[in-house]
């Protein structure tokens, strides 16, 4: 007669079982902690990027022209006045480049009446709801909520560095450039206008462009990633500074 071993009744997980259950939990928060720090830092670093290149072809223009182009900025970082970044020869009026931009994006040429000035106008930024970087990053001034969230400590303590804190903007030439006067951004309905000289190939004034890591809301967390791009009045140059945060690095700011 064949005999079957008695199967094992079941009793519940094992305690090692249960060890290793929690021991795979833990992995998986970390690193669905981590991908969320890294999706904002890499937000944050390829909006800094598309600023950059904002104003490197507006620069461009300006150089290969050697007309003076002016860089006009309006709307607000949502989808009701959606924020938008256009440029054409300093000679159009702000409303000229404006109307012009918004019928470009919505498919429409320049007006004839505007000459081959309209023909200059490009729309190198627009806000665009969905976009994973404008998503979990944004465009910010020094004094909005996310700026001075994103400086808050942590809930261990750490904290981000303070810009003003390291080169140049402790001693160099860029200190005191902190402050919203130089923001070319309002996000209102305001019309902002920077002028690039086409006969010297430099900026008129001086600008920063601060820019913070955020969640899906909009909101930004204590110790996130950071960045600002500076440019210099009379410079011909545009500087890239980056804070991968306290969050998940180590919260230093360096040029990048």
């Keep these: 007669m064949t005999t079957h071993p008695r199967g094992r009744v079941a009793s519940g ?4 079982e249960l060890l290793v259950v929690l021991a795979i939990v833990g992995i998986l928060s970390i690193v669905g902690v ?16 598309e600023m950059e290149g904002v104003l490197s072809n507006a620069h461009k223009s300006a150089t290969a022209t050697g007309a003076d182009v002016a860089i006009v900025t309006w709307g ?10 256009a440029h054409g ?28 000035a309209g023909q200059t106008v490009a729309v190198p930024f627009s806000f665009q709801p969905g976009d994973p970087s404008q998503m979990r990053a944004r465009i910010v ?22 810009l003003t804190e390291v080169e140049p903007f402790k001693t160099g030439p860029m200190t005191g450039l902190l402050d919203d006067a130089n923001n070319l951004f309002t996000f209102s309905s305001t019309l902002r206008r920077f002028v690039i ?3 010297n190939k430099r900026f008129a004034s001086t600008i920063i462009i601060p820019v913070v890591g955020t969640n899906t809301n909009g909101g930004a967390l204590p110790g996130g990633p950071m960045g600002m791009i500076v440019v210099l009045g009379n410079g011909g140059s545009i500087y890239k500074f980056y804070n991968p945060g306290i969050r998940d690095s180590d919260g230093q700011w360096r040029r990048i």
């Design 141 to 162: 001034s020094l004094g909005s909520t996310q700026w001075t969230n994103v400086m808050l400590p942590t809930a261990s303590g750490t904290k981000n560095q303070v």
């Design 34 to 49: 981590t991908m969320i720090g890294n999706r904002q830092s890499g937000a944050v670093r390829s909006l800094l990027d």
């Design 89 to 116: 020869v300093a000679s159009l009026k702000d409303t000229d480049i404006q109307t012009t931009a918004n019928n470009l994006l919505a498919g429409t040429p320049p007006d004839a009446a505007l000459g081959a």
């Design 197 to 199: 000289s086409g006969s």
């Design 13 to 16: 997980y094992s305690l090692i």
């Design 76 to 85: 607000t970082w949502d989808t009701t006045t959606p924020f938008r970044v």
